[in-house]
């Protein structure tokens, strides 16, 4: 059984950083795509930004330049470090693995609250 838990969300104050983790155990091997998604109140989930088993990143426009996404592959974790925070970027934070010839897995989510 594969499982996926995000840790690092929390309360911030506008300007400030916070690093999110997402880390999976069980039985899920050669992981091919790592993304990091969240979703406001009322709001759709939409992509944050995601990492390739190649190191390849891509980021929403709204994120670039402040987020930074990279990953573990011994680990199996992929992180995400968030600088200046703003209020919009509220929401829960949810991570998203998928493997080769598998399924995609989620996480249940962390919030991130950031106070103006």
């Known amino acids: 059984q594969v499982q996926l838990v995000e840790s690092g969300g929390g309360l911030v104050q506008a300007g400030g950083s916070l690093r999110l983790s997402c880390a999976a155990s069980g039985s899920i091997f050669s992981i091919n795509n790592m993304g990091w998604y969240r979703q406001a109140p009322g709001k759709q989930r939409e992509l944050v930004a995601s990492i390739t088993s190649g190191g390849y990143t891509n980021y929403a426009d709204s994120v670039k330049g402040r987020f930074s996404i990279s990953r573990d592959n011994a680990k199996k974790t992929v992180y995400l470090q968030m600088n200046s925070l703003k209020p919009e970027d509220t929401a829960v934070y949810y991570c998203?693995?998928?493997?080769?010839?598998?399924?995609?897995?989620w996480g249940k989510g962390t919030p991130v609250t950031v106070s103006s």
């Open positions: 998203k693995m998928t493997a080769t010839g598998s399924r995609a897995y």
